[in-house]
């Protein structure tokens, strides 16, 4: 069965840090990957998306950066992170044909 | 433009009834596909039903059933007999694209507060 891993849970970083967010996927190859950013009583908003390895689209101009360096692997970063970029992150997969995308358990990050 | 819409922020309902949770969508394409998903407060995202554009019958997937009104360009989720574990934001998504749609974009919409009382 396939499953995704979303690490870490919760973060606190201070403003101006970097940050290193990763997402693996199990149990699949060639999988669409997805990074998502949920602020605080607002629906979920597509920051990337990569449909192989090395093949990254931003669908929002930002402060972050994604990169897919293995087949089953999606990193979202920064150099220097914002207050703005506090919120939850949500990695999700999707397989080519199929219908719903499933996704991790989240990190929420807090910039302080 | 906003691809998604919905307009209850928060619905309460009393356990053993019937709920119906609104949304509607914006899109030129012919081919898509409509999802629902549930987030307790744990954060996770969990997949509840999906209609295709193109089917022409209403998605029902146990208790959750999708009221999909293509003209009106609608897709309301219904979740009969509420349960006290049913508390949870609700979100309504669509991909632009057909079931093999390479990419699958999910566009969400902001989200239903759903509250269950005994």
């Known amino acids: 069965s396939q499953t995704i891993h979303q690490w870490p849970a919760t973060l606190v970083q201070p403003v101006g840090s970097p940050l290193s967010l990763e997402c693996t996927v199990e149990?699949?190859?060639?999988?669409?990957l997805y990074w998502y950013r949920q602020a605080a009583g607002r629906g979920l908003q597509l920051l990337f998306y990569?449909?192989?390895?090395?093949?990254i689209s931003s669908e929002v101009p930002q402060n972050l950066s994604a990169s897919r360096p293995q087949d089953r692997q999606f990193i979202l970063s920064s150099k220097k992170l914002l207050l703005s970029d506090s919120g939850f992150y949500l990695c999700?997969?999707?397989?080519?044909?199929?219908?719903?995308?499933?996704f991790g358990q989240g990190t929420r990050l807090t910039v302080v | 433009a906003q691809k998604i819409t919905q307009t209850q922020p928060g619905m309460f309902v009393q356990e053993k009834e019937a709920v119906t949770l609104d949304c509607t969508y914006d899109?030129?394409?012919?081919?898509?596909?409509l999802f629902w998903y549930k987030q307790p407060s744990s954060g996770e995202m969990i997949f509840l039903i999906y209609?295709?554009?193109?089917?022409?019958q209403n998605a029902t997937e146990g208790r959750y059933s999708l009221n999909f009104q293509k003209a009106r360009k609608s897709a309301n989720l219904v979740i009969s007999a509420s349960q006290l574990g049913d508390s949870a934001m609700y979100f309504c998504?669509?991909?632009?694209?057909?079931?093999?749609?390479?990419?699958?974009?999910?566009?969400f919409g902001r989200g239903t507060q759903l509250t269950v009382w005994p």
């Open positions: 999700a997969w999707r397989r080519r044909g199929d219908t719903e995308a499933f």
């Open positions: 149990g699949t190859s060639n999988p669409n």
């Open positions: 990569s449909v192989g390895i090395g093949q």
């Open positions: 899109t030129s394409d012919q081919s898509y596909g």
């Open positions: 209609q295709g554009s193109y089917d022409e």
């Open positions: 998504a669509m991909r632009e694209g057909g079931r093999g749609s390479t990419l699958g974009r999910l566009y």
